[in-house]
């Protein structure tokens, strides 16, 4: 009775630091993307940004006029042990989902030219993917993505349209071929 006290009481202690831990990384993504929501294309000083960026815990790339800054923010989202402990989308039930926010500010010339932000949250209960007997269930993913730049808009449909397309030739049906093995 008591091991099952303890349990319980590990386990309760565990969730709760995660989910103070996402929560918050969550209000820190949240805060990031109301500042970036404020930006101006071709309005925005260097100046304004790097405050962002220093505000945000952002990392700066410069070369020569132009600069880089790219944040990112999450939960669970990562190659560690950490990770493969929240894949099990068992953890939904327990408000536990892995989630990620990345953003990506371009200037050139001291203004803003470009802006990108994603974001990705595990989503889904059940065996919506598996990777043999004992993997066990995995997150979905549903992903927004948006950009201020029309052409990397283009070049993302692009990239999706060939995704599918390889995807169609792949799972095809073609009797004339299986016939003949």
């Known amino acids: ?58 990392k700066e790339h410069c070369a020569n006029d132009s600069c880089t800054y790219d944040f990112e923010y999450g939960f669970a989202f990562s190659s560690s042990r950490m990770q493969k402990l ?34 990705w949250v595990g989503r889904g209960r059940g065996w919506l993917y598996n990777e043999g007997l004992f993997a066990g269930n995995m997150w979905a993913w549903l992903i927004v993505t948006i950009s201020s730049n029309p052409h990397q808009f283009d070049e993302r449909i692009k990239q999706e349209r060939e995704y599918l397309e390889g995807q169609s030739v792949r799972h095809s049906f073609d009797p004339g071929i299986t016939a003949s093995l």
Not at 21 to 38: D, P
Not at 40 to 50: A, D, F, H, L, Y
């Open 1 to 58: 009775m008591i091991c099952a006290f303890v349990l319980a009481f590990a386990i309760t202690l565990f969730w709760a630091f995660a989910y103070s831990v996402s929560i918050h990384r969550r209000h820190q993504a949240e805060r990031l993307l109301q500042r970036l929501g404020a930006l101006q294309p071709n309005g925005t000083s260097s100046v304004n940004i790097k405050q962002i960026a220093k505000a945000s815990g952002g």
């Open 86 to 119: 929240f894949q099990r989308t068992e953890w939904d039930y327990m408000a536990l989902r892995p989630w990620k926010v990345t953003a990506q500010i371009r200037t050139s010339n001291g203004y803003l030219t470009d802006l990108y932000v994603q974001a």
